[in-house]
């Protein structure tokens, strides 16, 4: 099958994942890359965090003491938008330090008049997010930063013992005796060679143990940054509508225009002939030439049958005539006709339930109309499956060929060029459906697509 372009519900400020670099084992991970670098996020976060907190905390006050201004609403708004910013830069920090790349979200789109821009500024769902992330990382960062720099501290402290030890002040313990060294209980004290190798032995442990202690934090800072800083589902979503919105505004622009093109350059012109030809014959009557006014009318009535012709071909490009009969009736034409073997299967619920919407219908034919020429075309198939179920108010299309396989997504590369499987995706998703592509090299092509299909009786 050919290769089709990216589907609609690619967003497309969507991002290449991070190549991830190889992580440490347990005795390494002290002197790994990783360690240090999550080890100055986390100072770098700390410097950060009474900053981002004050702000996040300023925000919502000021809201509620200038609730009642214009201006107060506005600053507030314009507060709300700029959180972005800090946003970008903590991602930017995780991009850095923790190999977590995160998609930007969507940029704020300012709509018509005053007061919608104002309720969009402060209704920013980004901004928000992107508050309660500095919210939240004030005490992430706190506990992060004392749980590693404790832990390395001891560390470091430990493997050092046996050469600052000795400076410590003389303790005198319970039998009289004088020691130089740190005490442990009530009378042991870290000052004779075994005891002084157990201490270097705890402070190794320690240093171990400390960069999973650290990665713990880091690892909930990035998931904090994915689930705060990155596009929400929301506007993910309604990105994705823009964009399906778009093609089919563009594909019925494209659509209409090819039809205005076929009846102004066909069926417009054998019109006009009609026209002139009538207008003549009328003449040759006049003038009582019936012979070639009879010849003029005959040329009419032909010219006349073949611009009906034409009408019905763009009439068929619009609204299939094989619909009129249901859905299943159509599938059972196009399978049919198909230049290969192909078993069809309906599910007496799409017939039997309440009746599809004209624009599912239409999608639907034209889609299995699709697969299947592309099947016939490049696949090299023997035979093409073709599964037709209802389940709830969802319609499910499954097409599946024994062919060679291979098809990809391919970018669109801004040409206007698009492929007849580019064109289905489009239409799929501009109806709140799903196209689902599987075609590893060598086959099978299992084409799964999903629409609107409407509540059943």
Request: zero cysteines.
């Amino acid at each position: 099958m050919t290769s089709m372009s990216v589907p609609a519900s690619a967003t497309p400020d969507a991002v290449r994942p991070r190549e991830q670099r190889p992580g440490p084992n347990f005795l390494t991970a002290p002197f790994h890359s990783r360690t240090w670098r999550e080890h100055g996020y986390l100072w770098l976060v700390l410097l950060l965090a009474p900053f981002a907190f004050a702000y996040a905390v300023l925000v919502p006050s000021l809201a509620a003491g200038l609730v009642v201004t214009v201006v107060g609403l506005g600053l507030v708004g314009a507060l709300v938008l700029a959180a972005r910013g800090w946003g970008a830069m903590y991602r930017g920090l995780a991009r850095t330090l923790l190999d977590q790349e995160v998609a930007e979200p969507h940029r704020f789109v300012r709509p018509r008049g005053f007061w919608r821009t104002i309720w969009a500024m402060l209704g920013d769902l980004d901004g928000w997010r992107a508050l309660l992330f500095m919210l939240v990382a004030f005490p992430v960062a706190i506990a992060g930063w004392v749980a590693s720099i404790t832990f390395l501290g001891w560390a470091v402290a430990g493997l050092t013992y046996w050469e600052w030890y000795q400076f410590l002040p003389a303790q005198q313990a319970a039998d009289g005796t004088w020691h130089r060294g740190a005490q442990f209980g009530t009378g042991w004290y870290a000052d004779t060679p075994g005891r002084l190798v157990l201490v270097a032995a705890g402070g190794l442990l320690l240093l171990l143990v400390w960069p999973w202690v650290q990665h713990l934090f880091a690892l909930l800072f990035r998931l904090l940054t994915q689930a705060l800083l990155g596009p929400s589902r929301t506007s993910e979503r309604v990105a994705e509508l823009r964009a399906s919105r778009a093609a089919s505004v563009e594909d019925a622009d494209a659509r209409l225009r090819r039809i205005e093109r076929d009846l102004h350059d066909g069926t417009q012109a054998r019109l006009v002939a009609v026209a002139m030809q009538l207008g003549e014959a009328r003449d040759q009557l006049s003038s009582g030439d019936a012979t070639l006014a009879a010849e003029l009318l005959s040329t009419a009535h032909t010219s006349t049958k073949e611009a009906l012709t034409e009408l019905r071909e763009i009439a068929r490009g619009i609204h299939p005539p094989a619909l009129d009969s249901g859905l299943s009736v159509a599938l059972e034409t196009l399978a049919a006709r198909s230049a290969m073997p192909v078993q069809l299967r309906v599910d007496p619920a799409v017939t039997g339930g309440a009746p599809l919407t004209p624009a599912t219908e239409s999608i639907a034919y034209y889609t299995v109309a699709e697969l299947l020429t592309n099947a016939a075309k490049h696949s090299a198939a023997h035979v093409v499956r073709v599964d037709v179920d209802r389940d709830a108010d969802r319609l499910r299309l499954r097409v599946h060929d024994d062919g060679d396989g291979g098809a990809v997504v391919v970018p669109a590369d801004g040409t206007g060029l698009r492929t007849g499987l580019a064109g289905l995706v489009e239409r799929v998703h501009a109806v709140d459906g799903t196209f689902d592509l599987s075609s590893p090299v060598g086959g099978p092509t299992v084409v799964t697509v999903t629409l609107p299909a409407g509540p059943q009786r």
